[in-house]
């Protein structure tokens, strides 16, 4: 504290020690100043906001450079939602001390969020417009509006909350007032404006509840003694909602017993009456699934049949085809008889006296390949044979005679039917092919060859022998 | 019984930003330690112009 004539600190004296000047008024009256501002203090600390504003603004008028009341009253202020109040306190707080104030930090958070204080601006502009709405009297739909706009733009506008409560309970919209002033006293604990409206909205809502429960025969018990008692809302105590808290209990409670039993019923109809058109529907689905599914497996079953056929086709063309390779490629192929012919030719050109080589590569031929032979082939084959074929018959005939005298008849067999093959007019040959066939006990080819011997060589001696071994071999 | 104009009339308009200048100029700075100031002062002057008008006496 100092002095207020000369500035001086002052002590525990009733005079100034620098000025002599009397002080003890002056400490008296700054202490009351004081002793608001604790006061003040201690209810802005319980939310008794409008408590608080009462006990700054008298330390004010009291000691207008008590800083801490100043700052103190313009954040209360602003908690309220009057936010052109609080910065009138927190600029006088500057004016009286420009540096080392919290005011300072408080206006350059305002300047930063000009966006948020020109919401709130607006908000107390609807709140004045929505004012004189109502002082018209005939306009309390358009103020409801004016308000409500105000509320969501600065949600802690507390005058602007009061407001519309009041207008609701002027239109009878009760639980929409009550809602508001609940949202009243959570900001500002203490409003007596606030309070008076709850206890009026308390007492018509009492009479219209208790009619409708006692019709019901659900009569609320109020003798019924409990911690939270309907009177105690008349208190000035933290518990101010205790008055309502039972009703508001009942009525939850029934609301939840009503969604309960809501839910219950859809489950029941849903099971009822949804879910078998569903089964059936998802089973239809189902089926037409499967028939599609089978529908396509029938499909792929008859492409699979179809391609096997193809397949079996295709082999039996591939057989057919490597079987006429094989005809042209292999050992008794025509390719095979031609180089073998070809051969015979060229052996016979280089030495027309060598029968024998010659005779070799013509053995080599199949006789079969005459009938697949081109034109060409037969002709040179006949033509060779006509060069050759008297020569290499003589000499098949005397190799085969000599192996049947030496009773060699397997190999006599092989060279004589070579011999009549090269020249068929060699009866000699024939005669003892079947000569041989007979003394090697082959009866069926000696018959043959007699009777081969007969039709081609009629009327002579081969044909009269021949007759008689085929009389001697039909005896047997 | 809550009478709307009664509790209407409670309602003072909120202080918009514009308006906050004219409010801070308008306030009146004198508190009741200016009074008492003043007072005291007054007190003082008094006394001297007794002493004063004693001596002259």
Not at chain 1, 138 to 159: C, F, H, M
Not at chain 1, 191 to 216: K, W
Request: hydrophobic share 35%; proline share 2%.
């Amino acid at each position: 504290m100092i002095c207020y004539n000369c500035g001086a600190e002052l002590g525990p004296n009733d005079f100034c020690t620098r000025c002599g000047a009397d002080v003890s008024l002056y400490k008296n009256i700054i202490g009351a100043a004081n002793l608001a501002y604790n006061q003040g203090l201690e209810k802005a600390h319980v939310r008794d906001l409008a408590g608080a504003v009462s006990s700054l603004k008298l330390c004010l008028k009291i000691d207008k450079t008590n800083i801490d009341a100043r700052n103190l009253l313009g954040l209360v202020y602003f908690e309220l939602g009057e936010c052109g109040l609080a910065l009138k306190e927190w600029i006088t707080s500057q004016n009286i001390r420009p540096t080392k104030n919290i005011a300072n930090d408080y206006i350059n958070l305002l300047n930063k969020n000009r966006g948020e204080l020109d919401k709130y601006n607006q908000a107390e502009k609807k709140f004045n417009q929505a004012l004189g709405y109502c002082h018209q009297g005939e306009s309390l739909d358009y103020a409801e509006i004016a308000l409500k706009s105000a509320i969501n733009q600065n949600p802690r506008y507390v005058q602007a909350l009061q407001l519309l409560a009041l207008v609701c309970i002027k239109l009878e919209k009760w639980e929409d007032a009550r809602r508001y002033l609940q949202r009243c006293q959570k900001i500002d604990v203490g409003n007596t404006t606030t309070l008076r409206y709850v206890g009026e909205i308390r007492n018509i809502l009492d009479m219209d509840e208790d009619s409708v429960l006692q019709s019901r025969g659900l009569g609320f018990n109020k003798s019924k003694k409990s911690d939270i008692d309907v009177t105690d809302v008349k208190k000035e105590s933290t518990d101010l909602y205790a008055g309502s808290v039972v009703r508001r209990e009942t009525k939850t409670s029934s609301i939840v017993i009503n969604v309960a039993i809501g839910i219950l019923i859809g489950i029941a109809v849903s099971y009822m009456l949804i879910l078998p058109a569903r089964i059936s529907a998802a089973r239809e689905g189902v089926d037409e699934s499967l028939k599609a599914a089978a529908e396509q497996l029938d499909a792929k079953t008859a492409q699979i049949g179809s391609l096997e056929q193809d397949i079996k086709t295709s082999q039996n063309q591939i057989e057919k085809l490597q079987s006429e390779l094989d005809s042209y490629t292999g050992e008794d192929g025509r390719m095979a008889a031609i180089d073998s012919l070809l051969s015979a030719v060229n052996s016979y050109i280089e030495n027309p006296e060598d029968m024998q080589a010659v005779a070799g590569y013509l053995d080599r031929i199949d006789e079969s390949m005459m009938d697949e032979g081109s034109e060409s082939f037969n002709a040179v084959y006949k033509l060779l044979m006509s060069m050759v074929g008297a020569d290499v018959s003589s000499g098949y005939y005397d190799s085969g005679m000599k192996a049947y005298q030496e009773e060699l008849y397997e190999e006599a067999i092989a060279d004589l039917t070579k011999a009549y093959s090269y020249d068929n007019s060699n009866g000699d040959a024939l005669y003892n092919l079947g000569n041989a066939y007979r003394k090697s006990g082959d009866t069926v080819n000696a018959l043959d060859a007699y009777e081969k011997v007969i039709a081609q060589f009629p009327d002579t001696e081969m044909a009269t022998r021949s007759q008689q071994h085929i009389n001697e071999l039909n005896v047997d | 019984m809550i009478d709307f104009e009664t509790e209407l009339k409670k309602f003072y308009p909120s202080l918009e930003m514009e308006d906050v200048e004219e409010a801070l100029y308008k306030q009146d700075p004198t508190d009741m330690v200016d009074m008492v100031i003043e007072f005291i002062r007054g007190q003082k002057t008094e006394e001297k112009t007794e002493v004063k008008d004693k001596e002259e006496k």
